[in-house]
């Protein structure tokens, strides 16, 4: 689990294009396994073979999870689309809600479940039903941006999931 997060982590830096070192990552994680350990917290010398090791292993994950992806690492952000919809509905005034949903929504899996057309359609009713503004029904409005009302309401739920968790505590990393 750890060399597979250690990658994940490397992978998503350089996709995201802030793209980090593997010396800089695997020192992090490192780090975090000794403070987890509650070893004490020990230099890695990147001239040793232990250093060595985990940089192969890291190249190696990285390569086993690109393979499992299909070396598909392209993510479309439904951003793109929130304005031209508002547009198109005639209701500008969601715009901010419809971002902030957006936003919100990276911090879930929808991105990589649904087309980021669903998601923005699913952004845009939800920001429409918070601000009691009506959409088209005849013919059904989503239709015309290529989406599904199940598609829609699951992304309304997973949403109004993330809304009800209790706001995240700091822990501290010190004892």
Not at 145 to 160: H, N, S, W
Request: charged fraction near 25%; glycine fraction near 2%.
């Amino acid at each position: 689990v750890k060399r597979v997060a250690a990658s994940c982590v490397w992978l998503a830096s350089k996709l995201e294009e802030s793209p980090r070192k593997a010396k800089h990552v695997l020192i992090v994680f490192h780090r975090m396994e000794c403070r987890r350990e509650n070893m004490p917290i020990e230099h890695l010398d990147v001239f040793s073979k232990k250093y060595s090791d985990l940089k192969n292993d890291l190249i190696k994950t990285e390569r086993h999870l690109l393979k499992e992806m299909g070396f598909i690492c392209h993510v479309e952000h439904p951003h793109k689309f929130i304005s031209n919809y508002l547009a198109t509905l005639g209701t500008p005034e969601l715009r901010q809600e419809a971002w902030n949903l957006a936003n919100d929504s990276l911090r879930t899996t929808l991105c990589v479940r649904f087309k980021s057309e669903v998601v923005a359609c699913g952004v845009v009713y939800a920001a429409a039903r918070r601000f009691q503004v009506p959409l088209p029904e005849n013919p059904p409005w989503w239709l015309v941006f290529d989406a599904d009302q199940a598609g829609i309401e699951e992304v309304c739920r997973i949403l109004a999931h993330v809304y009800s968790l209790p706001k995240a505590q700091y822990i501290p990393v010190y004892k």
